[in-house]
């Protein structure tokens, strides 16, 4: 079971196994993925373990364009490191459909990906149930 954080690209990894760059917000990063961990629960009877955390290249594997680093760096990556990448920055528009210049630094967010388990086909008993889920419990 995994819980990964930027960076998850080819661009920010080397070594094998991957090794990855920290991203500019790394201890945030690791901050929250510890406390996530920390808080969750291993459950042995469902086979549910300890979460790993680190980057996506160092607990999953490298990616090209993978949400997570899209998500976290997608409007300023390309800008500030100079990547051969194609990442377009995200565009505003006003009312008048005229463009806005927005600071590329401030289009980022905090995404992490977990992965609860191996089996990509969980046993019935061990998903949610649709019956009451609308209901107020």
Same mark, same amino acid.
């Given at each position: 079971?995994?819980?990964? %954080?930027?960076?998850?690209?080819?661009?920010?990894?080397?070594?094998?196994?991957?090794? #990855?760059?920290?991203?500019?917000?790394?201890?945030?990063?690791?901050?929250?993925?510890?406390?996530?961990?920390?808080?969750?629960?291993?459950? +042995? $009877?469902?086979?549910?373990? =300890? %979460?790993?955390?680190?980057?996506?290249? $160092?607990?999953?594997?490298?990616?090209?364009?993978? @949400? $997570?680093?899209?998500? %976290?760096?997608?409007?300023?990556?390309?800008?500030?490191?100079? #990547?051969?990448?194609?990442?377009?920055?995200?565009?505003?528009?006003?009312?008048?459909?005229?463009?806005?210049?927005?600071?590329? #630094?401030?289009?980022? #967010?905090?995404?992490?990906?977990?992965?609860?388990?191996?089996? =990509?086909?969980? +046993?019935?008993?061990?998903?949610?149930?649709?019956?009451? @889920? @609308? $209901?107020?419990?």
């Amino acid at each position: 079971m995994n819980l990964a %954080y930027p960076w998850g690209g080819y661009n920010h990894a080397y070594g094998h196994p991957y090794r #990855s760059d920290p991203a500019p917000d790394n201890k945030a990063f690791i901050d929250i993925a510890n406390d996530l961990v920390e808080v969750s629960d291993e459950n +042995p $009877e469902k086979g549910v373990d =300890k %979460y790993l955390n680190g980057t996506m290249n $160092e607990v999953v594997y490298p990616v090209n364009g993978g @949400l $997570e680093d899209w998500a %976290y760096a997608g409007g300023w990556e390309n800008y500030y490191s100079g #990547s051969n990448q194609i990442i377009k920055p995200c565009m505003k528009f006003n009312d008048n459909k005229q463009t806005i210049q927005t600071n590329r #630094s401030h289009i980022k #967010s905090v995404l992490f990906l977990v992965e609860c388990g191996d089996p =990509k086909n969980p +046993p019935q008993e061990n998903l949610g149930k649709v019956k009451g @889920l @609308l $209901e107020k419990s």
